[in-house]
Each structure stands twice: as structure tokens, then as C-alpha cells.
């Protein structure tokens, strides 16, 4: 009978979605299995893919063979395979992309994985064995093309005798480390008692396997050169033991942290957690309280019963506070059971991350986005912290939102989700107000700690009375007298979005669309302003509309300019700058932060990455220096991102024993998302958004899609977007409102020009099929000719 696999493959351009039929030669059949990558020939060229199915029949009639299996065991097992072809489709991109995005960057390529041998090879079956050549040296081999002995690896893998690695030309090979091991002693005797002692402390600890030098050295306090003479009289034998390459496991932690006693509102959250997952229910779970409220202490113990039940959890924290302080408190609490996976790792070290999770030596995954896709078989929980974070979006291809993929698998696992959150996102609070999501709360902060005072420097008045720097007065004072009482401070400067808005400084007055409740942005090119949902355009003004004064600028001040003003007004202060200038270098981010930790500086300046995750004792300071830039940003979400934004900064003051103190700097301190994070009222903005949304169209009314074109000239995007832009309002008729197209709010990028259309609707009508076919005849028909087009359905703009 013959086999063959239908094969997703990695064609990156073209206008055809669909498996292509390949021949799989008898030995390779034996060994294929569905969700395994292979290698095979296409065109003129050797291209991986995925298998999809295995069938017995074609309809093709030249099928070529398949070259070669990449997987000794399947990297996509059936519920990733379905929910690669749910991602697709939902977000209308190409299969072998979504596909690819659930997998390790490392296994995108064509990259070279290796076995390395973990135990003693003496007791793997001989044609494995035969593989890692000679004995008493570790070492490292191919994947055989051969697929005949796969099934043994495999047993030898699920036995922890072998496992694998991935060598990525250039980047992070696998870490090897000096090691030694046990030869065998007859007729020798060492001179020393040292050396007696440590081959005794082998013999007992190690036999004879192989142990890190580093780490003999200190678990039998002996020296180097004891070590040394053990080899060379021939005790011991050298050799290299492969470590992991994770960062995180220097972050110490061994599991044996005590739970905390639950507070009355803790147990009661934690309680109605624990009977959705003994009853199995893929109930999605909104926990909104205040930062320090014990959201974090809930997630722990309600994975510890996790654990206890044999399941396994996700936990999703947004990429920017997946720091060692956050990885620490889960490992201290689960110890190696945790895997970690962060876009700050190398390739080889995500990928060692990721193996610990398919081979089931973890129940716990912590991290950023594409953790979501951690190929756990057993889901008890999944958790997302800080729920509402943007970064939770992917911004290219497939893009997908971490919630949307956590809530399909929920349902797949029969298991919770649960979304905590200070300043849940609109939609997700409008969800649990409508009871579609169930609702639960901490109101208070543990141990009745209060929520730091904070006080709105109005920057109108400052400039009015002759304050023209970065800096209000009393923002000043307040950091000469922490300098003076040895505490600490941060400052948080948004550098966000790449508009730029006009402002009167002297009214607060700022242009904005009278259709659409957006800010105008500032074209430098025809000096106009511009609306980037509808397109309405007006000159720009010489004087303020509002109160005709002529101090009218443009907004967006870099974090080196601030850092040296700072530094001549404070002279005597000593200064930390975090942005994207001082962070690029792998590590720097922890290094900086450890820096303020031991108190190196007084104030840390910086970007959003600094605005959470920051816990120091010190620090009863914290002052946002334009709280507008956010507010001004032309997208609807720009009131939301700023109250969240500034609870999330107002959190970093007073965390310990010393109460904190937060300035907000403002031109427009009376708007209400500024007004009511100073009075720490979530429900009330909540509310009045709410109204906003409703009457402007905006989600959680409305859904969103923003179709993006590109090309080297202005016109030819501009024609592209409005063919598009009559089809979609000939087929979808009533259903739906479609907007432009008008220049994007970044209108070009590496040359091609950009413009966008954006759909509202109230439901999904024929919207998902329409944009397959959009897309599909795009990408045919329109890309010889450099146009590109980007689907984004419920865009986050910035
Ligand atoms: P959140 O995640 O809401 O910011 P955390 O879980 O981090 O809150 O709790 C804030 C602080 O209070 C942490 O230092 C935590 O260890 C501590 N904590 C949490 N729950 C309790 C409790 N029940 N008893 C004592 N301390 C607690
Ligand atoms: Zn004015
Ligand atoms: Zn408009």
C-alpha cells in the first residue's frame, strides 16, 4: 500500500493555501507521523514543511518523494495542528505561517539538531548506541536519515537517556563545560587524603557519571589542582558535560517556599478558581484588583493544585516584566518544574526552554506571548497577568491575541482562564459585566497599605508663570529632598508612538477629528493634519483655535534630552536612563535594574519598559513627565492605555514600609483618564469610556479591522486601498461601516508608502470569508508589482 503525507510547505510567497501531496518512501513511512516537519523538494529547491495528513491515496500524478523527516517525534501534536488551522483562518494569514509561529524560532530553519546522550550508553540498545561512538566521551549525533531506528531514539528519549538539541550556525551552540568522570582505580592509590576524599565523594554522588568541574570544586571543597593530578595520574577521566543555556537558572529558587496564609478575599477567589477547575469548566475568569492586592499569590496556589492534580499550567506575563524579580517568586515556589520562555533568551536557549515542556520535565511554562502555544497535553489553568497589556497582540503575521488563543484552548482542555488585572481591558470588563467572563476582586491591598497620594502638576500654569523645562517645580523639590533622605525615585517619560500632535501650551488645546474623536497628526510633508481613521485633513494653525496664543508645539521629547536637563537642574543627583538607547545590549535591562536595586542612583529615567514589574523598597517616588503624549496618541484606545498606564506608574512608589508619593505632569489635568487614575477609580472610567465608545463606534460596540496597503509610490497604494475599499462596501452593504482609505500614522517605512481602510461592524457577517478572498487575490495578483496588504482584525494601533 502506498503512503502519502499531505504537506504544508514553507513557500513564502505565492498565491495558493493549500497541502501539497508528496510520496513517502517506505522507510520514511514507517517513522512519519503527523505534526512532523520534513524537508522536501519544490520547484528547483529543498524547503521544509509540516506534515498535515497521511492518506493513501492522490489525486496528483507526478508526486515527487519526501526527502527527509526533521522530527524524530512529532513538534505539533493534534490540538496544535487544529489550532494552527483555527489561527489561520481567524486571523487571515497564510497556514505555514501560523504554523511556524507555535514553534521555537529554532525550528523554523533547516538548523541542525543533534542528539547528545544523557546517561550511561551502556544501557541504550546497541543501534543507538552505535550512533554516539565511542564510549567514556560524551557525545553528540546526527538525527539519521535512516528512520528505521527513530522509534528506539524515541524510547531512549522518553527515558531520559538521549536527548535533543538544536546547534544554530552562528548563535548560542549548545554550552559545554570541563567535566570529569570515574575511570576505574585498580593498582593505584592516591597520594593525599584530599584526593582520597574526592574520589570517594564521586564514587558516592556521581558513580560514574560525568560531573561539571565548577561543580566538583564546590560540592567537595577541593581545588583545581586536585582535580588536576586525579586526571593526570588517570583516576579520573576529562570530558564535556552540555549545560542549559538559560539565563534564568542562575535566578535562584529550589521550590521550597511556604505558601502565604489567604486573606478572607483571597480565599474566596482562590476558592471559586478551584471549584472551575475541579469541574473541569473552561470558564474564562476576570480577577480585577489593585496592584499589591495578591493577584500574584492566588495564580501560585492555584497552580500548586495544579500540580497536585498531575495537570499542567500556562502563565502569560507581558514581555516587559517577565523579569528575574517575577521568575524568581515562581521558582522559588515550584523550583525546576518551571520552564521560562522569553524573546530575550537565544534561539538555542528558547529552544531548550521548549523541549523541558514537550518532554513533559515541567508542569509549569512562564511567559511572554507566544507562550500561549506551550505544547502542554494536559492544560489545567492557563493565567494572564496584566491582562489588558497590548503586547499581548502580535503585530506581524499571524496576528493573533494571546487572550483569543488562550480562551480556544481553554475550551479544547476543559479548563480556566484567568485574567488578572488593575485596570482590566474595556473589552474584557464589558465582557464580565455582561457576565460572559465571571467576575471576581480584591479591593484592597494586603495588609491594608494605602494607595500612594498622587498630585497633578498642571504644566499650563508652570509655563504661565515662566517654568519652561521638562520639569514642574514641585516635581523638582520633591526629588532634591529624596536625594537629600537617601530614598529613591523613578521617572517615567512615554515615547510611544511615532505622531506627533500639536499642542497650545499655554490652553492645552489639541486638534482632534470632529468625526472620529481622534487626535489630528502633524504631516510634516503638505503641512496639514491630518485624521488617520478618516482621512480629514485641515491646515495647521499658526495660533491656538481656543484661546489664540501662539505657543503652539509639537509634542515628542527624547529620554537623552531629559536625562541632561535633569542632570544641570539636579547637578548633584545621581542618574539611571533605561530606554531603547541603553537596554540593546543582551542583559543590560537586569544590569541597570540591579544597579538601582543596590542603590547606585537616586532616580531611574526611562521609557515604558520601566513602568512595571519594578519593586523596590526604596523607591517613594514616582513622576510621569508628560502624561499627554499618551493621552494625544491618535487611536481610540489612547484614554484607556493612559489610565492604565498611569495606575501602573502611581504602583511603583511606596511598595514597602515608606509611603509613596506620584506626580503626574499634565496640560490637561481636568481630562477625565487623568483625573481618575489620581483618584484610583477604575470603576467610574470604566463608565464614562464605556459612553465614549458607544457613541464614537469603538470596541467593545463595535469590532475593528484595519487593512493596511503598501507600494514604492503614494498613488498606486492610495488606488490599491480604494479598490478594496469599494469591494468591501459593495458585498458587505449594510452590515458594516468602511472608513477610507487615508495615509497611515506612519505613512511610509522602508520606501513604500502606506494607506489604510478600516471596517466597522457590529458582527461578523460575511467579514471573514470577504477578507480570505481580499487576501488571497492580493497576494496573486498584485504583488509582482510590490504592493503589499496586511489584514489586522481588532488592530491595537500603537
Ligand atoms: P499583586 O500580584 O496583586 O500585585 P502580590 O501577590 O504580588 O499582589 O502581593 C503583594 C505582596 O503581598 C507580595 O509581597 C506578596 O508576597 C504579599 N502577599 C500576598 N498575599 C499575601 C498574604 N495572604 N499574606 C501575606 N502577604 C501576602
Ligand atoms: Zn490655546
Ligand atoms: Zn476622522
Given at each position: 500500500m502506498?503512503?502519502?503525507?499531505?504537506?504544508?510547505?514553507?513557500v513564502?510567497?505565492?498565491?495558493?493555501d493549500?497541502?501539497?501531496?508528496?510520496?513517502?518512501?517506505?522507510?520514511?513511512?514507517?517513522?512519519a507521523?503527523?505534526g512532523?516537519?520534513?524537508l522536501?523538494?519544490?520547484?528547483?529547491r529543498?524547503l521544509?514543511g509540516?506534515i498535515?495528513?497521511?492518506?493513501?491515496?492522490?489525486?496528483?500524478?507526478?508526486?515527487?518523494?519526501?526527502?527527509?523527516l526533521?522530527?524524530?517525534?512529532?513538534?505539533l501534536?493534534?490540538?496544535l495542528?487544529?489550532l494552527?488551522?483555527?489561527?489561520?483562518?481567524?486571523?487571515?494569514?497564510?497556514?505555514?505561517?501560523?504554523?511556524?509561529a507555535?514553534?521555537?524560532?529554532?525550528?523554523r530553519?533547516?538548523a541542525?539538531?543533534?542528539?547528545a546522550?544523557?546517561?550511561?550508553?551502556e544501557?541504550?540498545?546497541?543501534?543507538?548506541?552505535a550512533?554516539?561512538?565511542?564510549a567514556?566521551e560524551?557525545?553528540w549525533?546526527k538525527?539519521?536519515?535512516?528512520?528505521?531506528?527513530?522509534r528506539?531514539i524515541?524510547?531512549a528519549?522518553?527515558?531520559r537517556?538521549?536527548?535533543?538539541?538544536?546547534?544554530v550556525?552562528?548563535?548560542?551552540?549548545?554550552?559545554?563545560?570541563?567535566?570529569?568522570?570515574?575511570?576505574?582505580r585498580?593498582?593505584?592509590?592516591?597520594?593525599?587524603?584530599?584526593?582520597?576524599?574526592?574520589?570517594?565523594?564521586?564514587?558516592?554522588?556521581?558513580g560514574?557519571?560525568?560531573?561539571?568541574?565548577?561543580?566538583?570544586?564546590?560540592?567537595?571543597?577541593?581545588?583545581r589542582?586536585?582535580?588536576?593530578t586525579?586526571?593526570?595520574r588517570?583516576?579520573?577521566?576529562?570530558t564535556?558535560?552540555?549545560?542549559?543555556?538559560?539565563?534564568?537558572?542562575?535566578?535562584?529558587?529550589?521550590?521550597?517556599?511556604?505558601?502565604?496564609?489567604l486573606?478572607?478575599?483571597?480565599?474566596?477567589?482562590?476558592?471559586?478558581?478551584?471549584?472551575?477547575?475541579?469541574?473541569?469548566?473552561?470558564?474564562?475568569?476576570?480577577?480585577?484588583?489593585v496592584?499589591g492586592?495578591?493577584?500574584?499569590?492566588?495564580?501560585?496556589?492555584?497552580?500548586?493544585?495544579?500540580?497536585?492534580?498531575?495537570?499542567?499550567?500556562?502563565?502569560?506575563?507581558?514581555e516587559?516584566?517577565?523579569?528575574?524579580?517575577?521568575?524568581?517568586?515562581f521558582k522559588?515556589?515550584?523550583?525546576?518544574n518551571?520552564?521560562?520562555?522569553?524573546?530575550?533568551?537565544?534561539?538555542?536557549?528558547?529552544?531548550?526552554?521548549?523541549?523541558?515542556?514537550?518532554?513533559q520535565?515541567?508542569?509549569?511554562?512562564v511567559?511572554?506571548?507566544s507562550?500561549?502555544?506551550?505544547?502542554?497535553?494536559?492544560?489545567?489553568?492557563?493565567?494572564?497577568?496584566?491582562?489588558?497589556?497590548?503586547?499581548?497582540?502580535q503585530?506581524?503575521?499571524?496576528?493573533?491575541?494571546?487572550?483569543?488563543?488562550?480562551?480556544w484552548?481553554?475550551?479544547y482542555?476543559?479548563?480556566?482562564?484567568l485574567?488578572?488585572?488593575a485596570?482590566p481591558?474595556m473589552?474584557?470588563?464589558?465582557r464580565?459585566a455582561?457576565?460572559?467572563?465571571?467576575?471576581?476582586?480584591?479591593?484592597?491591598?494586603?495588609?491594608?497599605?494605602?494607595?500612594?497620594?498622587i498630585?497633578?502638576?498642571?504644566?499650563?500654569k508652570?509655563?504661565?508663570?515662566?517654568?519652561?523645562?521638562?520639569?514642574?517645580?514641585?516635581?523638582?523639590?520633591?526629588?532634591?529632598?529624596?536625594?537629600?533622605?537617601?530614598?529613591?525615585?523613578?521617572?517615567f517619560?512615554?515615547?510611544?508612538g511615532?505622531s506627533?500632535?500639536?499642542?497650545?501650551?499655554?490652553?492645552?488645546y489639541?486638534g482632534?477629528?470632529?468625526?472620529?474623536?481622534?487626535?489630528?497628526?502633524?504631516?510634516r510633508r503638505?503641512?496639514?493634519?491630518?485624521?488617520?481613521?478618516?482621512g480629514h485633513?485641515?491646515g495647521?494653525?499658526?495660533?491656538?483655535?481656543?484661546?489664540?496664543?501662539?505657543?503652539?508645539?509639537?509634542f515628542?521629547?527624547?529620554?537623552?534630552?531629559?536625562?541632561?536637563?535633569?542632570?544641570?537642574?539636579?547637578?548633584?543627583?545621581?542618574?539611571?536612563?533605561?530606554?531603547?538607547?541603553?537596554?540593546?545590549?543582551?542583559?543590560?535591562?537586569?544590569?541597570?535594574?540591579k544597579?538601582?536595586?543596590?542603590?547606585?542612583?537616586?532616580?531611574?529615567?526611562?521609557?515604558?519598559?520601566?513602568?512595571?514589574?519594578?519593586?523596590?523598597?526604596?523607591?517613594?517616588?514616582?513622576?510621569v513627565?508628560?502624561?499627554?503624549?499618551?493621552?494625544?496618541?491618535?487611536?481610540?484606545?489612547?484614554q484607556?492605555?493612559?489610565f492604565?498606564?498611569?495606575?501602573?506608574?502611581?504602583?511603583?512608589?511606596?511598595?514597602?514600609?515608606?509611603?509613596?508619593?506620584?506626580?503626574i505632569?499634565s496640560?490637561?489635568?481636568e481630562?477625565?483618564?487623568?483625573?481618575?487614575?489620581?483618584?484610583?477609580?477604575?470603576?467610574?472610567?470604566?463608565?464614562?469610556?464605556?459612553g465614549q465608545?458607544?457613541q464614537?463606534g469603538?470596541?467593545?460596540?463595535?469590532?475593528?479591522?484595519?487593512?493596511?496597503?503598501?507600494h514604492?509610490?503614494?498613488?498606486?497604494?492610495?488606488?490599491?486601498?480604494?479598490?478594496?475599499?469599494a469591494?468591501?462596501r459593495?458585498?458587505?452593504?449594510?452590515?458594516a461601516?468602511v472608513?477610507?482609505?487615508?495615509?497611515s500614522?506612519i505613512?511610509?517605512?522602508k520606501?513604500?508608502?502606506?494607506?489604510?481602510?478600516?471596517?466597522?461592524?457590529?458582527?461578523e457577517?460575511?467579514?471573514?470569508?470577504?477578507?480570505?478572498?481580499?487576501?488571497?487575490?492580493?497576494?496573486?495578483e498584485?504583488?509582482?508589482d510590490?504592493?503589499?496588504?496586511?489584514?489586522?482584525?481588532?488592530?491595537?494601533?500603537?
Amino acid at each position: 500500500m502506498n503512503v502519502y503525507a499531505k504537506i504544508i510547505v514553507d513557500v513564502p510567497t505565492g498565491g495558493t493555501d493549500r497541502p501539497f501531496d508528496y510520496y513517502l518512501p517506505e522507510e520514511l513511512a514507517r517513522a512519519a507521523e503527523r505534526g512532523m516537519r520534513v524537508l522536501v523538494p519544490f520547484g528547483q529547491r529543498k524547503l521544509t514543511g509540516f506534515i498535515v495528513d497521511i492518506v493513501s491515496e492522490t489525486s496528483v500524478e507526478k508526486v515527487k518523494n519526501v526527502s527527509e523527516l526533521l522530527d524524530i517525534k512529532p513538534v505539533l501534536n493534534e490540538e496544535l495542528l487544529r489550532l494552527g488551522a483555527w489561527l489561520a483562518k481567524e486571523t487571515i494569514c497564510f497556514q505555514i505561517t501560523a504554523l511556524q509561529a507555535m514553534i521555537p524560532a529554532a525550528m523554523r530553519t533547516k538548523a541542525v539538531k543533534k542528539l547528545a546522550v544523557t546517561s550511561e550508553r551502556e544501557q541504550l540498545p546497541m543501534n543507538v548506541q552505535a550512533l554516539f561512538g565511542q564510549a567514556h566521551e560524551l557525545a553528540w549525533a546526527k538525527v539519521p536519515k535512516d528512520a528505521r531506528i527513530l522509534r528506539d531514539i524515541r524510547t531512549a528519549i522518553a527515558q531520559r537517556q538521549v536527548t535533543e538539541r538544536f546547534e544554530v550556525k552562528g548563535q548560542a551552540a549548545p554550552k559545554k563545560v570541563k567535566a570529569v568522570m570515574l575511570l576505574s582505580r585498580e593498582g593505584n592509590t592516591p597520594d593525599t587524603t584530599k584526593q582520597q576524599e574526592t574520589l570517594a565523594y564521586l564514587a558516592e554522588h556521581y558513580g560514574p557519571s560525568p560531573v561539571a568541574v565548577q561543580t566538583l570544586m564546590q560540592q567537595a571543597d577541593v581545588s583545581r589542582s586536585v582535580v588536576h593530578t586525579l586526571v593526570k595520574r588517570g583516576f579520573l577521566q576529562e570530558t564535556e558535560l552540555v549545560i542549559d543555556r538559560n539565563p534564568y537558572t542562575a535566578v535562584e529558587g529550589d521550590g521550597s517556599e511556604e505558601k502565604a496564609t489567604l486573606t478572607a478575599d483571597q480565599s474566596h477567589v482562590l476558592t471559586q478558581v478551584e471549584e472551575k477547575m475541579a469541574h473541569s469548566q473552561a470558564t474564562p475568569m476576570l480577577l480585577h484588583g489593585v496592584t499589591g492586592s495578591g493577584k500574584t499569590e492566588i495564580y501560585l496556589q492555584a497552580i500548586d493544585q495544579v500540580i497536585r492534580e498531575g495537570q499542567e499550567a500556562i502563565v502569560l506575563v507581558p514581555e516587559i516584566s517577565l523579569t528575574p524579580q517575577m521568575v524568581g517568586r515562581f521558582k522559588r515556589r515550584f523550583g525546576a518544574n518551571v520552564a521560562v520562555l522569553h524573546s530575550a533568551l537565544s534561539v538555542g536557549e528558547r529552544f531548550d526552554e521548549w523541549k523541558k515542556i514537550q518532554e513533559q520535565n515541567v508542569q509549569v511554562a512562564v511567559g511572554a506571548r507566544s507562550a500561549v502555544f506551550a505544547p502542554f497535553t494536559n492544560l489545567g489553568l492557563i493565567v494572564i497577568d496584566e491582562e489588558h497589556e497590548s503586547t499581548y497582540k502580535q503585530e506581524e503575521h499571524p496576528r493573533y491575541h494571546a487572550r483569543e488563543v488562550a480562551l480556544w484552548r481553554s475550551e479544547y482542555h476543559s479548563c480556566p482562564v484567568l485574567m488578572g488585572s488593575a485596570t482590566p481591558s474595556m473589552e474584557s470588563y464589558a465582557r464580565a459585566a455582561k457576565g460572559v467572563y465571571r467576575l471576581l476582586s480584591l479591593p484592597e491591598r494586603i495588609n491594608e497599605k494605602p494607595l500612594p497620594a498622587i498630585e497633578v502638576a498642571d504644566m499650563r500654569k508652570e509655563m504661565r508663570e515662566g517654568n519652561r523645562s521638562v520639569f514642574s517645580t514641585s516635581l523638582l523639590d520633591k526629588l532634591r529632598d529624596r536625594i537629600e533622605k537617601e530614598e529613591q525615585a523613578v521617572l517615567f517619560l512615554n515615547r510611544r508612538g511615532f505622531s506627533t500632535f500639536v499642542m497650545c501650551r499655554n490652553c492645552g488645546y489639541v486638534g482632534m477629528c470632529p468625526h472620529c474623536e481622534i487626535s489630528l497628526t502633524y504631516h510634516r510633508r503638505d503641512r496639514q493634519l491630518k485624521c488617520h481613521y478618516c482621512g480629514h485633513e485641515e491646515g495647521v494653525y499658526e495660533r491656538c483655535p481656543a484661546c489664540e496664543s501662539e505657543h503652539i508645539r509639537y509634542f515628542g521629547t527624547g529620554t537623552q534630552r531629559v536625562e541632561e536637563e535633569l542632570q544641570q537642574l539636579l547637578p548633584e543627583a545621581r542618574i539611571i536612563r533605561m530606554d531603547n538607547d541603553t537596554t540593546r545590549q543582551k542583559g543590560a535591562h537586569e544590569r541597570l535594574l540591579k544597579q538601582f536595586g543596590r542603590g547606585e542612583a537616586e532616580i531611574l529615567l526611562g521609557t515604558q519598559m520601566i513602568a512595571k514589574g519594578l519593586d523596590f523598597p526604596n523607591i517613594t517616588l514616582a513622576g510621569v513627565l508628560a502624561a499627554d503624549t499618551l493621552l494625544h496618541l491618535p487611536d481610540f484606545r489612547a484614554q484607556e492605555r493612559t489610565f492604565q498606564l498611569l495606575t501602573q506608574v502611581s504602583g511603583r512608589a511606596g511598595r514597602d514600609e515608606k509611603a509613596g508619593e506620584v506626580i503626574i505632569q499634565s496640560y490637561t489635568p481636568e481630562h477625565y483618564a487623568i483625573e481618575l487614575a489620581r483618584a484610583h477609580d477604575y470603576l467610574s472610567f470604566f463608565k464614562k469610556e464605556l459612553g465614549q465608545r458607544k457613541q464614537a463606534g469603538y470596541p467593545p460596540y463595535f469590532y475593528l479591522t484595519l487593512i493596511t496597503f503598501a507600494h514604492p509610490t503614494f498613488e498606486t497604494a492610495m488606488k490599491a486601498g480604494k479598490h478594496a475599499a469599494a469591494v468591501l462596501r459593495t458585498r458587505l452593504g449594510d452590515d458594516a461601516i468602511v472608513l477610507g482609505p487615508t495615509p497611515s500614522p506612519i505613512a511610509r517605512i522602508k520606501d513604500r508608502y502606506r494607506c489604510q481602510c478600516m471596517i466597522k461592524y457590529k458582527d461578523e457577517p460575511a467579514l471573514t470569508d470577504l477578507l480570505h478572498d481580499l487576501f488571497t487575490y492580493y497576494q496573486k495578483e498584485l504583488q509582482q508589482d510590490q504592493r503589499f496588504m496586511t489584514i489586522d482584525r481588532n488592530p491595537s494601533m500603537f
